[in-house]
């Protein structure tokens, strides 16, 4: 595991729980909106946190922490997550594991073992649109439909979640997520967050107005469909 990042307390990153927040370095996607790019990409501009340290970290707070969120860049890309899981699992947290869908397998093995609670899936676009949106041309998609397909069939409480971008997402996307999704469970459109660390520089986000559309035309097939910090 090459672990970059430690949040050591947080109310809002797992629903319902007191987390903390494990962040992974490198992805195999190259989203041009991702807003860190020194993670995903690996840039070595991070010090890297032993996996020991984590560890002693979980022990010292076992009965105060409720849970463990797994994120990135991509966890599942990780050769030693399925240990990392049972470790933490052993210590007795549920864990939320943030992904984005790209392995399927291991996701359903990790839930059917009981290593995950609750999976926060991101949903980058509409099919015949995601090679942009994740920056690999002609991407195939199929991976990330069993993915979909995995979770729509509430084997595990999870999340559906699109960050929304000027320049890649319009209304038939949008149309086309909520055919994808029918009847998802939770569902949530948020808003592109500028930084100086985003892959491509010069995207924009929706003003509100139009965020709102979006929200509406989704909402014809996905009832639950909620904007994200609004």
């Not at 099919?127 to 439909?145: A, L, R, W």
């Not at 965020?211 to 509406?216: K, P, R, T």
Request: aromatic share 12%; charged share 25%.
């Amino acid at each position: 595991m090459v672990i970059q990042g430690l949040k050591k307390f947080s109310l809002l990153d797992y629903p319902g729980k007191l987390a903390c927040t494990v962040f992974t370095a490198g992805c195999n996607f190259r989203c041009p909106y991702c807003y860190y790019k020194p993670l995903v990409m690996d840039t070595h501009e991070n010090k890297e946190i032993p996996l020991e340290d984590v560890y002693a970290f979980l022990e010292k707070y076992q009965g105060i922490l409720d849970g463990v969120c797994l994120t990135g860049g991509e966890p599942l890309i990780q050769h030693g997550v399925e240990e990392f899981l049972t470790h933490v699992a052993k210590l007795g947290y549920a864990v939320k594991l943030e992904t984005n869908g790209s392995f399927p397998d291991k996701l359903r093995r990790f839930v059917s073992e009981g290593l995950v609670s609750y999976v926060a899936m991101d949903i980058k676009n509409s099919p015949q649109s995601y090679g942009k949106t994740v920056g690999i041309k002609g991407y195939d998609v199929e991976n990330v439909k069993k993915s979909v397909e995995f979770l729509l069939s509430d084997r595990v409480p999870y999340e559906f979640c699109t960050t929304v971008v000027l320049e890649l997402h319009q209304r038939s996307d949008f149309e086309s997520i909520g055919r994808w999704i029918t009847n998802a469970k939770q569902y949530y459109l948020q808003g592109f967050l500028n930084s100086e660390y985003v892959i491509q520089q010069g995207l924009h986000k929706y003003n509100d107005f139009i965020m709102e559309q979006a929200l509406e035309i989704v909402r014809k097939e996905v009832p639950s469909a909620k904007l994200r910090g609004w």
